[in-house]
Every structure is written in structure tokens, then in C-alpha cells.
């Protein structure tokens, strides 16, 4: 069975930085073929994605950022701890959401898009970015 922990958020002021944790389970980094990557749901808003990684068995998988993030996230992996993680710089407001950690078998970043058809979540960890 496969589960996702995340861990890492909290309350951080504009302009700080946090890093999220999301260990996973049920599944192989540099082995199994899964990806792997992070969304955000703000209030009232809709699930989306941030940051995903293509591959967890690739030594160099290919990167998506989404817009919104590009240049203050750094998305990256420890595969000895089947962990992946988000570093978050440069924070704003409007990055406040619950943040969840997701994981699809297959490789590829195309998914990052597409929320609503995955099926492996962890339970979210909220970051809240005061003004």
C-alpha cells in the first residue's frame, strides 16, 4: 500500500521560506517507476500543481514548476529516504494553502496538471503566509 506523510509547513512571514518533507512508502525510489510532485488547494480554490518530478527511479528526472512558482521553488529528492521535498523561498501570500504530496505510477510531468485523476494523496500540510 502506498502512503505519502508530509511534514514541514507552518505560519512564515512574506518573504520567508519554508521546506515541505513528504515521505513515501509502498513503493521504491530509484527502483520502482512512480512520480512524484506536490499541489496546493488555497481556499475556495481549486487543486494544483506546483511542482512534480518525472521519475523517482531517474537519476535526473525532468523538473515542472508551475508558473505561479518558478524561480523560488526547488523541488529535489533524497532517494536513501524515499523522501522528496519542496524548499519554498521567497514566500507570498498567495502561496497560502494546504500543500499535498501526490504520486502516480509511470513517469512523465503531463500529470502534474491534472489533479483531479490522481489517486495516491497524502493528508496535506498547511503553510499559511502572513502579510
Known amino acids: 500500500e502506498v502512503q505519502l506523510v508530509e511534514s514541514g509547513g507552518g505560519l512564515v512571514q512574506t518573504g520567508g521560506s519554508l521546506r515541505l518533507s513528504c515521505v513515501a512508502s509502498?513503493?521504491?525510489?530509484?527502483?520502482?517507476?512512480?512520480?512524484i510532485g506536490w499541489f496546493r488547494q488555497a481556499p475556495g480554490k481549486e487543486r494544483e500543481g506546483v511542482s512534480c518530478?518525472?521519475?523517482?527511479?531517474?537519476?535526473?528526472?525532468?523538473?515542472y514548476y508551475s508558473d505561479s512558482v518558478k524561480g523560488r521553488f526547488t523541488i529535489s529528492s533524497d532517494n536513501a529516504k524515499n523522501t522528496v521535498y519542496l524548499q519554498m523561498n521567497s514566500l507570498k501570500p498567495e502561496d497560502t494553502a494546504v500543500y499535498y504530496c501526490?504520486?502516480?505510477?509511470?513517469?512523465?510531468?503531463?500529470?502534474?496538471?491534472?489533479?483531479?485523476?490522481?489517486?495516491?494523496w497524502g493528508q496535506g500540510t498547511l503553510v499559511n503566509v502572513s502579510s
Open positions: 501526490a504520486a502516480t505510477g509511470g513517469t512523465g510531468t503531463s500529470w502534474c496538471q491534472s489533479p483531479r485523476f490522481l489517486q495516491l
Open positions: 518530478l518525472s521519475s523517482v527511479s531517474d537519476r535526473s528526472p525532468i523538473k
Open positions: 509502498g513503493f521504491t525510489f530509484d527502483v520502482d517507476d512512480y512520480a
